[in-house]
Structures are given as C-alpha cells and as structure tokens.
C-alpha cells in the first residue's frame, strides 16, 4: 500500500520561500501524478499544482508565479517551492497521489507563515 | 476557472437520517466530480470518484449522481462516523482542479 509522508520546516518567515518534500513509500514514483493541495486554518482546499513522474507540471494560476514542483524518481520523493511567502500561506500542506482525484493523502504539515 | 458552490454549508442531521449534499459547477463538467470526506485533523478520504463511482472500501449507504452542473452525494443512512465535512472538486478539462466549500455535517 503506498504511503505518502510531507516532511519540511514548520515555520517560515515572510517574504522567504517554503520549502516541503514528500516522500512515497511502498510504491515507486514512476508512471503517476504527483499532487499539492493546501488548506488554510478552518477553510477549505486548494489544488496548488502537479507533477508526473518525467517532470512535466501543471500549477494554479493563481500561484503560478510563486510555485515550483519538482521530482526526484532515484529518492522516490517530490518537492514543492512557494517563494515571497506571506501570512496568507500559512495553511496545512498535503501531498498526494494522481492527477484528476486523489485516493492516497500524506497526512499534512502545518506551515505557518510568522517572523 | 470553474467555481464549485455547494449547499448547504452545514447541516444537522441524527443517525439513521437520509442526507443530501448538492454541488454545483459553474459551467459543464461532464462527470468529471469527486467526493471526499475530511475529519478534524485528517486528510480528506476520497468518496467517489466519476460522479458517481464508489471508491473501494467506502460503505455503500455512500452515493452520488449527477452530470453536467448538478450534483449529490446522498448518505442512505448517517451513522457515528459519517459526521465530518464533505467536499467537492471538479477534474473537467485542463487543470486548475477545484473544490467547493464544504458541508460539515453534524449531530442533531
């Protein structure tokens, strides 16, 4: 059963880039889309972008100019980037699994955004 | 974007009630609407998947219809652990996928 685990700095401080890894175990990487969804302290979820495995992306056009999503298959792990953070990033991170709906979740991180 | 409004945003219902949740998109998205069920501090489980495809392992009192702009996820039967927010989220087309914004359903 694949299993997904975020892992990242809890804190960021404004204006500076957030920077999370996910890493999928009993699976392998490869042939699937890989996916970052965030939700905001009591509100709802936002699709921020995805990855397949070859490295071709999709983002929010709302955060497309903050936001990088990378892969790398050797370490079966992905990786989002969202520079010029600000308090309205701070939310709960999730990585998971495929590109049009997602049945496997890691279990999130709380990113809060504070100098 | 396609915008997702889902009604209502709460509800209280007991066990063993019928409850429906609606989702509407803002324009046509075929099928291409999924379920999730999301508990405090856990991530969202996926429901249904194609509008109306029961993800495995999900209890069959779990149901949804719908096509176009007008969708429901219906619970035939609420028990204990059905309690939780519900959500929405559209994969038509080209991404960016969206949710709506929720239903929490709650004890009465």
């Known amino acids: 059963q694949v299993q997904l685990q975020e892992s990242g700095p809890g804190l960021v401080k404004p204006s500076e880039t957030l920077s999370l890894t996910c890493t999928v175990s009993?699976?392998?990487?490869?042939?699937?889309?890989w996916t970052w969804i965030r939700q905001p302290p009591g509100k709802g979820l936002e699709w921020i972008g995805h990855?397949?495995?070859?490295?071709?992306?999709d983002y929010n056009p709302s955060l497309k100019s903050r936001v990088t999503i990378s892969i790398d298959t050797s370490k079966n792990q992905f990786s989002l980037n969202l520079n010029s953070v600000t308090a309205a990033d701070t939310a709960v991170y999730y990585c998971?699994?495929?590109?049009?709906?997602?049945?496997?979740w890691g279990q999130g991180i709380l990113v809060t955004v504070s100098s | 974007d396609i915008q997702m409004t889902q009604s209502p945003s709460s509800l209280s219902a007991s066990v063993g009630d019928r409850v429906t949740i609606t989702c509407r998109a803002s324009?046509?998205?075929?099928?291409?609407l999924n379920w999730y069920q999301q508990k405090p501090g856990k991530a969202p489980k996926l429901l249904m998947f194609?509008?109306?495809s029961l993800q495995g392992g999900v209890p069959s009192r779990f149901s949804g219809s719908g096509s176009g702009t007008d969708f429901t996820l219906t619970i035939s039967s609420l028990q204990p652990e059905d309690f939780a927010t519900y959500y929405c989220?559209?994969?038509?087309?080209?991404?960016?996928?969206?949710f709506g914004q929720g239903t929490k359903v709650e004890i009465k």
């Open positions: 998971a699994r495929d590109r049009w709906y997602w049945g496997h």
């Open positions: 009993g699976g392998s990487i490869k042939n699937f889309y």
């Open positions: 990855i397949y495995y070859s490295g071709s992306t």
């Open positions: 324009q046509s998205i075929n099928n291409y």
């Open positions: 194609a509008a109306s």
């Open positions: 989220q559209q994969s038509y087309s080209t991404p960016p996928w969206t």
